[in-house]
């Protein structure tokens, strides 16, 4: 005899009988206190279509292969299609702002951080380590919350706090790090990138970078905070930022907030247009990011668009090039990229976009 569990919706009612058949569905509803139609607690014999009108689901073994296999063909689905909106590149959850250094008045840069990360009262966090850990003579180098801070509240922030260490074992500390835990964004200023690796690589400090992203919040920074959002750290060198690719080989990977990418800044005004082409000669498999001063790119999953005041290099060794020309191409204000498909999907008007209003 096969068991009825109710579920609700219409369910076959199975048998390996032909011809008229009863409401197997409903016969053994009196056992169960559901309501059955009077044709089946009759013991008439029913000849309208075998489905249910009290939609309970046979447990039988015939429809228990039958709802496991869809069960699991539907939990394939699901899974393949969740595997492939899975970003290639950008982070699945939240947003990055990456600056290429210079100063971002006018450029609409600092109004989408911050309304990113929830206004002017949301907490964000911002990370000064860039800019050294030590002195000259060896001495730990010192941050006054205060005056980092300062240029901060002075644009109206309200809740915005400083983190800093240049201890690795103080970073990988609860103490330490659960300044994050709400943070809605996370801001990395300009210097040697290589500073912040030394300060949070493999820590509980980075991980809770990682989470709010994961909590749909914002990361961004400018000059060496831009190249530390990157997979490949270029000018990673503890000798000077002349240098491409480090031979240092703990100073070889930034975060990867933005994966497969290698990010230089400062291209126009230091003239850097070209210096990615040898980093992508040796690793094929990146994509090259170089970013103009008081230039952005706001990036959300594998797509980005350019936001700021002039230019963004972008070396991709898929594409053909002819012989006279330099082996990338360039993007303006406004152009949104596809990462993943190398792509231009929306060309903008080669302005400068109009910077948004703060929100309060």
């Known amino acids: 005899m096969c068991a009825i569990a109710h579920f609700p919706r219409l369910t076959p009612c199975l048998s390996r009988e032909s011809g008229p058949r009863p409401w197997l569905s409903c016969r053994l509803t009196k056992n169960l206190g559901m309501h059955a139609p009077a044709a089946a607690v009759s013991g008439a014999a029913d000849t309208r279509p075998t489905t249910c009108a009290t939609t309970p689901m046979i447990s039988c073994p015939y429809v228990m292969r039958l709802n496991n296999a869809n069960l699991i063909f539907a939990a394939i689905l699901a899974a393949t299609a969740a595997f492939a909106q899975e970003p290639e590149y950008g982070p699945a959850r939240g947003t990055l702002v990456i600056q290429g250094g210079g100063s971002d008045a006018g450029t609409g840069i600092f109004e989408t951080f911050v309304n990113k990360a929830g ?57 330490f790090a659960s300044v994050l835990h709400d943070a809605k964004g996370v801001w990395f200023e300009g210097g040697r990138q290589w500073n912040i690796v030394d300060s949070y690589a493999h820590t509980l400090t980075l991980q809770e970078f990682r989470k709010v992203l994961e909590r749909g919040g914002v990361i961004g920074g400018s000059s060496a905070g831009a190249t530390i959002q990157g997979d490949y750290l270029v000018r990673g060198a503890i000798a000077g930022p002349q240098i491409m690719m480090t031979p240092e080989p703990e100073h070889e990977h930034g975060f990867a907030f933005l994966r497969k990418v290698a990010i230089d800044q400062h291209i126009n005004t230091r003239n850097r247009w070209d210096d990615l082409i040898p980093v992508i000669q040796k690793y094929p498999n990146l994509l090259g990011i170089g970013l103009s001063e ?67």
Not at 151 to 170: A, E, F, I, Q, S
């Open 294 to 360: 008081g230039t952005a790119i706001v990036v959300t999953g594998d797509r980005f668009e350019v936001i700021g005041k002039w230019k963004v290099a972008i070396h991709d060794n898929t594409r053909q090039y002819h012989p006279w020309e330099k082996p990338y191409y360039v993007l303006s204000p406004g152009d949104v990229y596809n990462m993943k498909t190398r792509r231009i999907e929306k060309y903008g008007n080669g302005s400068p976009v109009e910077a948004p209003a703060l929100v309060k």
């Open 119 to 175: 206004g002017l009262a949301a907490k964000i966090v911002v990370v000064p380590t860039a800019g050294g850990n030590r002195n000259p003579d060896g001495t730990v180098k010192q941050y006054r919350p205060e005056q980092v801070l300062a240029p901060w509240k002075k644009r109206g922030l309200t809740n915005v706090w400083m983190l800093h260490t240049h201890d690795p074992k103080v970073a990988n500390t609860e103490e």
